[in-house]
């Protein structure tokens, strides 16, 4: 392989980014947002409801939510099909005992879960030359331990201020 | 020059004095030598006379003024080199009126103005320090040499005539003890008004602004009379005891320097004696307290979709590591939301922590981005602060960030007393003329 | 072809081992130049560039990749810079950039053990070096106070002088570990080049936990740092310059080097002495493609060596949750290790090897295993709270003996200047084989000494590569079989010298940066004296 590899993922990053740009350009107008919800607002109210379910939790920050639909959209064929059958899987009890478990028959449901628990908790939507971060600091996994650690790069104290018991 | 007459009749003295043998030391005077040491670091004189990695009190220390460059001298008793000749008296008037031995003036750059309310008593100690105290070194420091007519050291007799005032501190019967105690340290030894109080165009105080904040020129120096919102008695006392407060206000240039030397090490009662006098002073009338930026919720979906302005950019990627996204801070890294600095009139201490970064002697420190960043950026990321995390009007532009990376401006001093010798002579010159001419 | 710049001292490559030596010869007063082939970038460019990467355990994702100064890339595929032609493929990881690979390093800062220096005659393996310790100690104590090297004194390295820098305050994770292992392993500080003080003009760290891929406040030491202070001592740097060609006489002597600028114009750069620095897979790359009629085997190569003894630490890893919460992630990522297993009189039979204990935040890891695992709901957050307090990541790095047949040679393909890639044959012996063994029966007893659960071996015959690599250059006193003599100076070229990790004989059982900057600071005298007498 040669290194023209790289170029093309580094271009499909800026593409993404430049899209996901337009769309945080929306975001950060209040207005404009409402429109986008109303206009979408049935495929985005199917991806909270799963992404509830999922993650467990309630009460998505509304910037989060639409910039991990949005990636997950671009980055995954036919995503809304998709959450729609994983709504119904997930409503017959794909998963007890917080473990999910899909057959043969629907372990594309099962990828696609996967896939919408690596956004949520990772900030990452998509692999490989497709994958685009959309968040960090205010990742599930990273929220879950705030409380001991900092995401990597930022700081976590004065110099030494790591010596106590957490 | 300074007159040669003056000169001759003063060195003679001199070496009259220096013929008397120096009492021999007792041990009243271990006690002596001591509480002249406390004085010394209460009026910080390490910060001038010991340079970084020199002998104590050599000198060397290269002070910026806007006129030119002075360099401290060496205070150690050596003879040769230092004040090792000294008598007290002499010692006194260099002290408290900013008079050398030879009879030539000091610039205040060596704060004589206020060092002239220290009491006889503590004059008395602190020359004992300096002559039994400290290590003598016989080292010259460089000699200062200001442009013309800077350097002709009368001229500082006829500033000294307009502005100092020779008056020994008088306590105040109607005060505490706390209070006097305290406006005694801080008029005299701790010379808070030589940076806090602004100056007119000839350089000297304006009384009628006492403590009421002034530029030095890169880093300001605020306002520090009471009735600042965030500012108490106790709040003060903890600043200058640690350099950092409860409200989040973090010292940093001269002050920091100021605290790590001297308030740092002086008694907690004379650190509270000096918060009581300051929170007693007249205060200016105060607009309504600012209101405060509650906390933000951090987040990087924008961020990451190339969404944040260039102010905001360069702060997450240059300073968010340690000051966090939302600002504030983390286990003893400061914040800066909220932060005293941010309610200054400028902003020239947010570009100028940018710029030279903050170093205590002991804890964290905070590196400059001197190198790594332009006045653009520099300007972009103090605006971006003052408004995000202070909600502060200031503004900073990258041509006042460029004067204060170059250390401040230059004063028009120089050229107007150019220009006024000019006329000066240039009228004397018309006068002769004319005068020639009616003559003949 | 422009045929403008000059100087007295040509330095091929702006890693941590040229740039000090660069800055060394500057600071005696001469002209030096530094030739870089990649670009210049800042540090909060990197910073912003890891935070927004999509493969956070890539160190190498937050660097530019530049086609005209191409290196080996991973993510999202491997970029294939690198033609494999052995039966372990030899993941090399260097970056092409002004400051080299060290930019994304944990600045471990290790002194060889006195024996390292000469395992043939202790142990009948391996290769003696052609100087030893004590003939480098006064320049490891240079390196590291140039550096700020701090660490534990119980590393088995005597040292004339303390070091110049506390250690940084080990972490409860450390502290805890260390008194779990005690006393049958002794875990001690690692000698790390960061800051527990405000030095150089640098802060003192504040545990931002992201040393690999880069430091956000330089709080330790990097190849970047060097190369700046490279320039402020006077030596002129010129980035997007790959050197393609290296030039001699008919007497030897190296006339001129020549480099492509990015948009591929020739320049003819000549000078007194020349100093390949350019990391131990590049340099041997560059002296192969200056083959020439009177040289055809490459320059620097009358002994076949040049390429050959390629040497790395394989590595073999294993992960498990400790029984109690100690939360890695705070300070730090390689604060600690164990070294008792560095030597002794089993290094006839099997490899030695050192144990590090990274202290890396698991977060990202634990939530990836959890997701794959199916876990998902309220109980997912518990989980990966869990997890990532206990999960315990150590590694090794195993001495690799020198073989002239583990290489670097040139490959059929080209590069986007048309330049042949690397190609490398990287084979693992028997002598790493038992070593191996040795090693997963310690992480099995230290595993079982901290109460694990979920233990996880790396795949048996996979190692990792840990970016120690030598030997492509290397020093000795006998031509025939070494590149350089005990100073770096070529065998065959008389003004040319090599610094950098690739002119080490053997890569004993520590990282191999000080060593390599000691005996760079060690070849800038000699050129310094050299320069002063001719």
């Known amino acids: ?89 997930l409503a017959q009890g794909a998963g007890a005992d917080g473990v999910l478990a899909f057959d043969d028959e629907h372990k594309p449901q099962g990828a696609l879960a996967q896939a919408i628990l690596q956004a949520w908790y990772l900030g990452v939507a998509g692999k490989g030359a497709k994958a685009l971060c959309v968040a960090y600091i205010e990742t599930l996994s990273n929220r879950a331990v705030a409380a001991e650690l900092v995401p990597p790069s930022y700081s976590y104290g004065a110099c030494g201020s790591w010596q106590a018991r957490p | 020059m300074v007159r040669p007459l003056t000169m001759f009749f003063t060195r003679l ?101 206020a060092y002239a309310k220290v009491t006889d008593a503590d004059t008395a100690a602190l020359y004992a320090y300096f002559m039994q105290g400290v290590q003598a070194v016989d080292t010259a420091p460089p000699a200062t040499s200001l442009p013309f007519p800077f350097n002709v050291r009368l001229s500082m007799g006829l500033w000294n005539g307009l502005f100092l005032d020779t008056r020994p501190f008088e306590p105040d019967p109607a005060r505490s003890a706390k209070w006097n105690r305290g406006a005694y340290l ?29 530029s030095l020129g890169t880093w300001h120096a605020p306002d520090i009379t009471p009735g600042k919102p965030g500012w108490d008695k106790e709040t003060m006392a903890e600043y200058l005891r640690t350099g950092h407060a409860r409200n989040g206000a973090t010292a940093a240039g001269p002050m920091r320097e100021a605290i790590d030397l001297s308030f740092s090490k002086m008694t907690p009662q004379d650190i509270a004696a000096i918060a009581t006098y300051l929170d007693d002073l007249p205060a200016p009338p105060r607009a309504t307290a600012p209101v405060a930026v509650a906390k933000i919720a951090a987040g990087d979906v924008a961020e990451m979709a190339g969404g944040v302005g260039e102010g905001e950019r360069l702060y997450r990627n240059n300073c968010a590591a340690c000051h966090q996204v939302d600002g504030d801070g983390l286990r003893g890294l400061p914040a800066l939301r909220n932060h005293p600095m941010l309610r200054y009139p400028n902003a020239d201490n947010i570009s100028m922590a940018v710029l030279d970064g903050v170093w205590p002697e002991h804890g964290q420190d905070m590196p400059g981005f001197r190198e790594e960043l332009d006045d653009r950026e520099v300007a972009a990321i103090t605006n971006y602060v003052a408004t995000t995390f202070g909600r502060s009007t200031v503004v900073m532009s990258p041509e006042r960030v460029a004067v204060l990376r170059q250390g401040g401006e230059a004063s028009p001093l120089l050229l107007l007393a150019r220009v006024g010798m000019g006329l000066g002579v240039g009228v004397v010159c018309l006068l002769w003329w004319r005068r020639r001419r009616r003559v003949r | 072809m422009n045929n403008t710049l000059s100087a007295d001292i040509v330095v091929i490559g702006a890693g941590i081992c040229g740039a000090l030596l660069a800055r060394r010869l500057a600071l005696a007063g001469h002209s030096v130049l530094m030739l870089e082939s990649g670009p210049r970038v800042k540090r909060a460019e990197l910073v912003e560039r890891y935070r927004h990467s999509p493969f956070k355990s890539d160190f190498m994702a937050p660097y530019p990749y530049s086609e005209k100064a191409p290196h080996p890339t991973f993510t999202p595929e491997p970029n294939g810079y690198i033609e494999q032609a052995g039966p372990h493929p030899f993941a090399a990881q260097y970056i092409r950039m002004l400051g080299g690979t060290s930019w994304h390093w944990a600045a471990q800062m290790w002194r060889y053990l006195p024996s390292d220096f000469q395992t043939h005659t202790l142990y009948g393996v391996g290769k003696d070096w052609p100087l030893g310790y004590d003939e480098l100690e006064p320049y490891y104590y240079e390196a590291e106070a140039i550096t700020g090297v701090g660490g534990s004194p119980d590393t088995g390295s005597p040292r004339a002088k303390p070091f110049p820098m506390e250690r940084v305050p080990a972490s409860w994770f450390q502290q805890r570990v260390t008194e779990r292992l005690a006393p049958q392993f002794k875990v001690i500080d690692d000698c790390t080049a960061r800051n527990s003080r405000s030095f150089d003009g640098r802060p003192v760290c504040c545990g931002n936990n992201n040393c690999m891929p880069v430091c956000p406040i330089d709080a330790q030491y990097h190849g970047g740092i060097a190369a700046a202070s490279a320039e402020q001592a006077g030596v002129q740097v010129v980035c997007e310059a790959v050197v393609y060609r290296i030039e001699h006489d008919a ?54 060596m040049v390429g050959r003894n390629l040497c790395d630490h394989p590595a073999i890893g294993v992960t498990f949750d400790m029984d109690e919460p100690v939360w890695p992630g705070r300070g730090p990522v390689s604060p600690c290790s164990i070294g008792q297993f560095r030597d002794g009189g089993f290094r006839s039979e099997h490899a030695p090897f050192r144990i590090d204990i990274s202290n890396a935040s698991q977060v990202a890891a634990v939530t990836k295993e959890l997701i794959g695992e199916g876990v998902y709901g309220v109980k997912l957050e518990g989980a990966i709270r869990d997890r990532a307090s206990r999960r315990v990541s150590i590694k090794n790095a195993l001495e690799q003996l020198p073989d002239p047949d583990n290489r670097v040679t040139l490959g059929a393909g080209k590069d986007a200047l048309g330049l042949p890639v690397p190609r490398i044959f990287w084979n693992i012996d028997d002598y790493v084989l038992k070593g191996t063994e040795q090693t997963r029966r310690r992480y099995d007893e230290i595993a079982a000494q901290l109460g694990a659960t979920n233990i996880k071996h790396s795949k048996p015959g996979k190692f990792g590569n840990r970016q120690h690599i030598t030997g492509t250059l290397s020093m000795g006193a006998d031509p025939a079989n070494s590149v350089t003599d005990p100073f770096g100076r070529a065998h065959d070229h008389p003004n040319l010298y090599m610094a950098g990790t690739g002119v080490m004989p053997t890569v004993g059982t520590v990282n191999v940066t000080l060593t390599a900057v000691a005996l760079a600071l060690r070849t800038a005298d000699r050129i310094a004296q050299e320069l002063s007498h001719g």
């Open chain 2, 186 to 214: 801080a008029q005299g030894l701790a010379h808070c008004t030589t940076c806090h109080t602004p100056r007119n165009f000839l350089m000297a105080e304006k009384p009628g602004l006492y403590l009421q904040g002034a």
């Open chain 3, 251 to 304: 007497q030897g002597r190296i006339t001129a080097v020549h480099y492509y600028d990015w948009n591929k114009t020739s320049h003819r750069v000549t000078g007194k002495t020349f100093v390949l620095a350019a990391n131990a897979i590049e340099s041997a790359r560059l002296l192969l493609m200056s083959a020439s009629s009177a040289y055809p085997t490459g320059l620097a190569n009358r002994s076949d």
């Open chain 1, 1 to 89: 392989m040669t290194p023209t590899v790289i170029g093309r993922r580094r271009a499909l990053r800026f593409v993404g980014a430049a899209m996901l740009s337009g769309v945080a350009g929306s975001l950060l107008s209040a207005t404009r947002t409402r429109t986008f919800a109303q206009a979408d607002g049935a495929a985005l109210a199917v991806f909270t409801q799963v992404s509830g379910v999922l993650t467990g939790k309630s009460g998505f920050d509304l910037a989060l939510a639409m910039g991990l639909y949005q990636a997950l959209r671009q980055t995954t064929p036919d995503f809304d099909a998709g959450l729609v059958a994983l709504k119904v899987s």
């Open chain 2, 13 to 113: 003295a001199v070496a009259a004095l220096a013929a008397l043998p120096v009492a021999a030391l007792a041990a009243d005077d271990a006690a002596l030598v001591e509480r002249g040491r406390y004085l010394a670091v209460a009026g910080d004189c390490a910060a001038c006379h010991t340079a970084h990695g020199k002998a104590p009190f050599s000198g060397g220390v290269a002070i910026a003024s806007p006129l030119g460059t002075i360099y401290s001298t060496n205070i150690t008793p050596s003879a040769t080199h230092g004040i090792g000749a000294y008598t007290l008296e002499q010692f006194g008037r260099a002290l408290r009126a900013g008079v050398r031995a030879d009879g030539s003036h000091l610039y205040p750059a060596m704060p004589y103005t």
